[in-house]
């Protein structure tokens, strides 16, 4: 089985804001996140660290997971 989607969580510093999210290509995702090409609640809180990531083969599971 094809694990392709990825839930993922992400956080500003040590014991600072953190952000959970979906997608099918995390290191183009987190690529965008350390160059906080995207406005929005991650770059205004400067969430770049990614601290936890979990896959999954069918994208409804993973968003169940993420929510």
């Given at each position: 089985?094809?694990?392709r989607?990825v839930?993922y969580?992400l956080?500003?510093?040590?014991n600072?804001?953190l952000?959970?999210?979906v ?5 183009r ?10 406005p ?9 660290q990614l601290v936890?990531a979990?896959r999954?083969?069918d994208v409804r599971?993973?968003?169940a997971?993420?929510?």
């Open positions: 089985m094809l694990e989607y839930v969580i956080a500003s510093g040590r600072g804001t952000c959970i999210g997608t099918g290509e995390l290191v995702r987190m690529a965008q996140h350390k160059a906080m090409a995207v929005g609640f991650t770059r205004r809180n400067r969430v770049t936890y979990e999954f083969a599971e993973a968003i997971r993420e929510k």
